[in-house]
């Protein structure tokens, strides 16, 4: 839902039905089927006063609405044609009543940008965008309006060698594997939403259930994953935890460049719903259900174990979580929240996690009681970093190192 400097409203919903819910002198005013018959839905586009009073009401045709954005005097729609059109000829009715003149492509897609005004509903610009395979908006998808930039994140098929919709200089030039990657592209609103940039982001897996937000000139994109390989700047590491599905959290700036990502979750599944809050670079929330008995919670939060309902059905049973990146301060007795530096599990006998927020090109280092460095790694950013501890000896060791602030760390842990 939208609203503009005058209080008025502006939604969409899905619907059956066929009358009496648009008015006269709009885009669209008559519902359209498809070769499916009555059981087929329509997109349905509003403006309301803001009193609730209908202003004026317009099919869309037989498209899932992704997202409204509001630009000035016009409303750009991101809409699906996937839910219904799998294949061109499916296609019904003609190209033509999803097209303005000036599309800027004619070739079938799955994604149709379309521009209205919203003074009276009726269509002033339409497109498709993408290919075949992708990208889809669906709704699992996100797209959001930044000043005069349209971002959005779908997920996509492989496009092909040499595809005009995958940037030469992407971050993920190339299709990760599996059956479908995320997608995520720029459009500029100023020349009716011509493509800017767009890249992969993906593994061997499966991604889904994608979020998108924007902050301080950067990207901040949650989704889950099945994909254990997906690929981080160079400087950094982070490892899938198991599952069929961890949580991952990327950011990236708006060149569509990663500047770092995580894995998040435990032994179990992960998933992520509409619960991603940037409050700036430096802290950020995100919750979703898990479950997930181990490296959830951490020492001191609300609910530190995981919670068994009982369950004669032997149906699986998720707890929800709230996670918390940031630095110092104690979120309260109802938050879970992760330190600005954890270390994991202590006592350890062959690896060693440290996951927080480090200074950039920070040195993590252990040492033993009588000062002697036994390992090293080089951290930056939110990151999980690895130790493999194997072949030390039992006993206390220290590990140090820099956050993001610049402020000397020390934590004290066993090796059994």
């Known amino acids: 839902m939208l609203t503009d400097a005058n209080g008025s409203i502006y939604s969409f919903i899905q619907t059956y039905l066929t009358d009496g819910v648009t008015t006269p002198n ?44 509001l630009h000035g005097n016009d409303l750009y729609v991101l809409q699906d044609l996937s839910y219904y059109f799998r294949n061109d ?23 149709l ?54 940037s030469e200089n992407a971050n993920q030039p190339h299709f990760g594997g599996g059956y479908i990657d995320t997608y995520l592209a720029k459009l500029d609103v100023t020349q009716n939403a011509a493509f800017d940039w767009g890249t992969y982001i993906g593994g061997n897996g ?31 590491s982070s490892f899938y935890y198991g599952g069929n599905y961890d949580g991952i959290l990327l950011k990236f700036n708006s060149n569509g460049q990663m500047i770092w990502g995580n894995y998040l979750g435990g032994e179990g599944n992960e998933f992520i719903f509409n619960s991603l809050l940037i409050e700036n670079d430096r802290s950020l929330f995100i919750g979703g259900l ?7 919670s951490t020492p001191n939060s609300h609910r530190e174990n995981y919670l068994v309902y009982p369950n004669p059905q032997h149906q699986t049973v998720y707890n929800y979580y709230l996670m918390h990146y940031g630095e110092g301060e104690n979120l309260g007795s109802n938050d879970s929240f992760f330190s600005p530096i954890q270390v ?62 610049g402020n000397l760390i020390s934590r004290k842990w066993v090796k059994e």
Not at 138 to 152: E, F, M, N, Q, T
Not at 382 to 400: A, C, E, H, M, Q
């Open 290 to 296: 898990t479950n997930s008995y181990k490296n959830i």
């Open 206 to 236: 499966i991604e889904g259930e994608i979020l998108l937000k924007f902050k301080e000139n950067n990207l901040y994109l949650a989704m889950i994953t099945s994909s254990p390989d997906i690929s981080f700047p160079e400087d950094q």
């Open 113 to 166: 940008i379309s521009k209205f005004s919203k003074a009276d509903g009726n269509r002033t610009y339409s497109s498709f965008f993408g290919q075949l395979e992708g990208p889809f908006l669906d709704y699992d998808s996100d797209a959001i309006l930044v000043g005069d930039k349209i971002y959005i994140a779908g997920y996509t098929e492989d496009l092909g060698n040499n595809s005009p919709f995958i």
């Open 26 to 69: 709009v885009f669209q005013s008559e519902f359209i089927n498809n070769q499916f018959g009555l059981n087929s839905r329509n997109g349905l586009l509003f403006k309301l006063s803001s009193n609730g009073e209908i202003i004026w009401s317009t099919y869309t045709g037989n498209t899932l609405i992704n997202s409204v954005h």
């Open 344 to 405: 994991y599990p202590n006592p350890a006998n062959n690896h060693l996690y440290v996951k927080g927020i480090f200074a950039p090109d920070s040195l993590l280092e252990i040492h033993n009681l009588v000062g002697q460095k036994v390992a090293s790694q080089k951290a930056s950013n939110f990151n999980t970093i690895r130790f493999d501890i194997s072949t030390l000896p039992k006993g206390v060791y220290l590990l140090s190192g820099k956050d993001s602030s």
């Open 89 to 111: 000829e499916d296609l019904y009715p003609s190209n033509d009543f999803y097209l303005t003149e000036n599309a800027q492509q004619r070739n079938r897609s799955q994604i």
